[in-house]
């Protein structure tokens, strides 16, 4: 698997696991959009960053991640199983 192939399953599991938390919290519409909101600008100021500086924020949010509580981890699993689930159909629809 190339890094480009790599980039899209890593999104596309990312997607998944925010629709399945989104589909669990979805009675807090302020809450998500509040959180969407910031996510967006700490993307914003991560991509303003140089490499070192974005590899420091990695790193940091690699680590609170792996520190994370069951819940997250939880909704992380849904998002790779959809995203293994969307890998086979794409193989087979492109065999």
């Known amino acids: 698997m190339n890094q480009a192939d790599y980039d899209f399953w890593e999104w596309i599991m ?7 938390v989104a589909a669990k919290f979805s009675k807090d519409d302020e809450s998500l959009r509040r959180f969407a909101e910031l996510e967006q600008r700490f ?4 991509e ?5 500086g974005r590899s420091i924020v ?3 949010v690699h680590t ?3 520190q994370s509580s069951e819940k997250e981890v939880f909704f992380f699993r849904k998002g790779v199983r959809d995203g293994m689930v969307m890998a086979e159909l794409l193989e087979q629809l492109l065999a």
Not at 14 to 20: G, I, L, S, V, Y
Not at 43 to 46: G, K, L
């Open 14 to 20: 990312q997607e998944r696991m925010t629709a399945h």
């Open 43 to 46: 993307n914003d100021a991560v």
């Open 48 to 52: 303003r960053l140089d490499a070192e």
């Open 58 to 60: 990695e790193e940091y």
């Open 64 to 66: 609170i991640f792996n």
